[in-house]
């Protein structure tokens, strides 16, 4: 068992690191303008894969209502913005730099956790937190490939990433609740 969760965690980080290796490469070398229709590509061809293993049985998938369609939406209108702004961050910056900053997302969800939802937090996620945000703070001061502007789109991604993650969180819960 132990075997199976390594392989699996293994085999999420590669394919993890290979669609940002691969979006970099796209984005940047290749010079590809449509980014946005690259990730739908993307995105299409993770839906399919989902689709599949939920034929196979190997993810469960509730069929919805409206309403419950309908409590989504802010998180998917977050979730554009989260394309675009990430693909324009991720063509002007180092893949390290975009990565961490992308990673700061992790600041706002503890934080809203603590602030609204009343969790308590371990001190061990609050000083990795702290630490995480202090690294993102350094970075404008230690790129040497520092661009402003993919610093900006950067922040955008991570004002669409930070309320989306918390928005879905909040809308699980929800649903979890009524079920």
Known sequence: MCMRRCLVGLTFCTCYLASYLTNKYVLSVLKFTYPTLFQGWQTLIG???????????WAEINSSSRSDVLTWLPASVLFVGIIYA????????????????????????????????????????ICSALFLLAAAGCLPFNDSQFDPDGYFWAVVHLFCIGPRLCLLKSTCAVLVGLL
Request: hydrophobic letters at 45%.
């Open 47 to 57: 839906g399919l894969l989902l689709h599949v293993s939920w034929k196979l049985g």
């Open 86 to 125: 990430g693909s324009r961050a991720l063509s002007r910056l180092a893949i390290p730099v975009f990565l961490t900053l992308h990673n700061v997302a992790e600041v706002i969800i503890c934080g809203h956790q603590k602030c609204f939802q009343k969790e308590k937090t371990s001190p061990a996620k």
